[in-house]
């Protein structure tokens, strides 16, 4: 056996790094508290505020949101000054405004909910079983809403669609589209609302997710219980499937059904977690939370259901292409991207 010098420089390092680390993973729960009980949005644009002010804005108790206030102030999420602490208005964006296209606080609420199943997903390593989505919590399912849903409201229609060739047109005058694998059905409603004239149909084999989404419509749309392979209807102008064709077992029979639910001049948009082709390519803040993500919920989802592909939260384009081909398309075409989110364009 060879002895390995240790650089006590490198060790000292990385222990700081990891004491960062720590401090992240239990800040994370504390956004989620924060988030949950008003104290950001009370922050926001109110200046600097004493520990008691804040508590009676948000009627909670004094000694705990000083402690809260003191863990932000270490994290930099607010500043402090003379017994005071503001909230930025540039960290306001990200948490406090749900109408920003950066609000984070659905990615708190995803990731604080994913970590607490890790009991399971430790026993799945061991046994090589898969997690279904519909055996986490609902803090899962509803921040996973929250997560992706700016990204839509801010891209769906403004970009996304109008990229697609000649699809705009049919919705403004009248369209058949389904949203497979709709969740709670956020983007299902953003288009509804963009484009009254057409008819939308969200499905999602997670019966709790489509009673959420009926309820959150309001008539706009329907929903149904149905998964990717087997949803009903056919000649469809237009299927979507936004963030959810890595957490299918078996993505090619789902795109196999898709291809035959649409007309024939029909288009799949195809939107999915950004992600290059190769690990390399993907070692940087986004890649890493998709990783952990797709660690933790999206590759059990897809090893839980028949054929268990696994594709993984980074799939990268090629591997979608070759998911695309396999199912018979011939035509695919990336059409937008976002830091978040890579948008294809998928035709016979």
């Known amino acids: 056996m060879t002895t390995q010098t240790i650089d006590e420089a490198k060790v000292q390092?990385?222990?700081?790094?990891?004491?960062?680390?720590?401090?992240?993973?239990?800040?994370?729960?504390?956004?989620?508290?924060?988030?949950?009980?008003?104290?950001?949005?009370?922050m926001a644009g109110a200046g600097a505020l004493t520990p008691r002010e804040l508590a009676d804005?948000?009627?909670?108790?004094?000694?705990?949101?000083?402690?809260?206030?003191?863990?932000?102030?270490?994290?930099g999420y607010v500043t402090y000054e003379d017994g005071r602490y503001t909230l930025p208005a540039e960290h306001a964006v990200a948490l406090a405004d749900e109408d920003s296209p950066v609000f984070l606080q659905g990615a708190f609420q995803l990731m604080v909910a994913a970590v607490q199943d890790q009991p399971k997903i430790a026993e799945a390593f061991k046994s090589g079983a898969g997690v279904g989505?519909?055996?986490?919590?609902?803090?899962?399912?509803?921040?996973?809403e929250r997560f992706f849903r700016p990204g839509y409201r801010h891209n769906l229609v403004q970009s996304w669609i109008p990229a697609l060739d000649?699809?705009?047109?049919?919705?403004?005058a009248g369209a058949r589209v389904a949203d497979v694998g709709c969740g709670h059905g956020a983007?299902?409603?953003?288009?509804?609302?963009?484009?009254?004239?057409?008819g939308f149909i969200g499905f999602d084999y997670h019966?709790?997710?489509?009673?959420?989404?009926?309820?959150?419509?309001?008539?706009?749309a329907s929903f149904a219980v149905a998964t990717?392979?087997?949803?009903?209807?056919?000649?469809?102008?237009?299927?979507?499937?936004?963030?959810?064709l890595h957490d299918m077992g078996d993505p090619v029979s789902a795109a196999r059904h898709i291809l035959d639910a649409l007309a024939p001049d029909g288009t799949w948009l195809l939107v999915?977690?950004?992600?290059?082709?190769?690990?390399?390519?993907?070692?940087?803040?986004?890649?890493?939370?998709?990783?952990?993500?797709?660690?933790?919920?999206?590759?059990?989802?897809?090893?839980?259901?028949?054929?268990?592909?696994?594709?993984?939260?980074?799939?990268?384009?090629?591997?979608?292409?070759?998911?695309a081909g396999a199912a018979g398309f011939t035509r695919f075409r990336r059409v937008a991207e976002t830091p978040f989110n890579l948008v294809f364009e998928v035709r016979r």
């Open 207 to 220: 019966d709790a997710s489509i009673r959420a989404a009926n309820e959150q419509a309001a008539g706009k």
């Open 272 to 323: 999915e977690p950004y992600a290059g082709d190769t690990v390399e390519e993907n070692l940087n803040a986004v890649g890493r939370v998709y990783y952990a993500v797709s660690t933790l919920v999206c590759t059990p989802a897809s090893l839980s259901q028949e054929v268990g592909l696994a594709l993984g939260a980074q799939a990268g384009e090629a591997r979608l292409r070759d998911v």
């Open 166 to 172: 000649g699809v705009e047109e049919k919705l403004r």
């Open 133 to 144: 989505w519909h055996q986490h919590g609902h803090d899962l399912f509803e921040g996973c």
């Open 57 to 75: 804005r948000t009627q909670t108790s004094e000694r705990y949101v000083r402690e809260w206030l003191n863990a932000q102030a270490a994290g």
């Open 13 to 42: 390092a990385f222990v700081f790094q990891a004491v960062g680390e720590l401090g992240a993973t239990l800040n994370a729960a504390l956004v989620v508290i924060g988030d949950r009980l008003g104290l950001y949005k009370a």
């Open 228 to 244: 990717a392979q087997d949803f009903p209807g056919a000649d469809y102008d237009l299927v979507t499937t936004f963030d959810c």
């Open 187 to 198: 983007s299902t409603t953003i288009m509804a609302d963009a484009y009254p004239a057409s």
